[in-house]
């Protein structure tokens, strides 16, 4: 078999599933094309550049193999595939594990009986053996006016609390020593279960953002919670991160500032609020890490709403950001607002203000390390050069620590260091003797 990932860390979970029953009923992962009777592509349908690279890609492997099954979430809009590429053998949206397993059967039967000690208890990982992605619910409630994700995937889902922390358990058994948990709205976790209760160490745990924090944390383990909506709740979850329990690390995606685009995108929480709650979690934390993500040019954005974003950004000093030109989604409801298009050339110039005042903050911020010593936990090794994360550095997104000198050290150690310069994102350090 070969596999083709696109798109968020959620889809990766979402391959990662259908890899392990693949590997659990004997089927071998292909490295390339041409060692694969049968090549499945996972895709992501988010915005337009992520609808065209699924296409690009589905047209790479039809063209390199030609027996191409697709799911995802672009799969939800099948005809969009088919116009593009009608002879694929099977489309099926997100999450359609079954289905996508039913395909295969049909054009590349299994030789042989499965057996399950063919695939480790933690399942098929793509990612490095040191660090996971913990996925705890599907879909989203919410009805962000740029956003498709719910038309794709649905409302909230949510995993019960003992399935999760199972999970976790096996994770941590096969030498995980960070877990990544995932979700379109971690904070708004059981929700749709009702906060339902299960019995995980002894003890009965609710299905609750904060009950799973704190069940997380007991596992010995770095765990860093990204896509949570500051929910009134969080502040609970912050006293966790001051007694050690989880990464003092919070990724909210915020998106704008400007109260007039906030009520257009439709966002659940208001730009003046959440500057009084990031001023107490650094009150109770002060080394707290706050990341988020932020779009700039939707429809009706003007000068003053982005200079109120620049003002908001100033005051929040915010550590890691990433910041997106508005791109209309087919299907999403910010395209029947009926305001004025911002355009290409002002969303632009927009971004690069953005993030070069983005770059100033964090470039401040990361000055003021030096020379602390800190713990990392090295991903990769490059020329001699440790390549590491601290606990505010989630990986692929966020800054890394630069560790020269590291001979010894190997991937997925932990390392003691002291940080000797900071660049805009990226720390630089030597081993703490």
Known sequence: MGFVSLGCPKALVDSERILTRLRAEGYEIAATYGKADLVIVNTCGFIDAAVDESLDAIGEA?????????????GAQPQKILDRHPQVLK????????????????????THEPFLDLIPAQGVKLTPRHYAYLKISEGCNHRCSFCIIPSLRGDLVSRPIGEVMREAEQLVRAGVKEILVVSQDTSAYGVDLKYASQTWRD????????DLTQA?????VWIRLHYVYPYPHVDKVVELMTEGRVLPYLDIPFQHASKRILKLMKRPAAAADTLQRIAAWRRQIPDITIRSTFIVGFPG????????????????????????EYSPVEGAAANDLRQPEVPAAVKQERRARFMELAAQISAERLAQKIGR????????????????RSSSDAPEIDGVVNIRGANKLAVGDWAQVRITKATAYDLEAKLDK
Not at 91 to 110: D, F, K, W
Not at 203 to 210: I, L
């Open 62 to 74: 039809l063209a390199e193999n030609g027996k191409v099954i697709v799911t995802g979430c672009l």
């Open 91 to 110: 489309i099926t949206g997100p999450q359609r594990y079954e289905e996508v397993m039913a395909s295969v059967h049909e054009h590349l039967p299994p």
């Open 203 to 210: 003890k009965q745990r609710r299905a609750h953002f904060y």
């Open 216 to 220: 997380l944390g007991e596992l010995g």
């Open 301 to 324: 954005e003007t000068e003053e709403d982005f200079e109120q974003l620049l003002e908001w950004l100033h005051v929040a000093q915010l550590d890691r950001v990433g910041c997106f």
């Open 373 to 388: 010593r800190m713990q990392v936990l090295v991903d990769r090794i490059e020329g001699g050069v440790a390549v590491a």
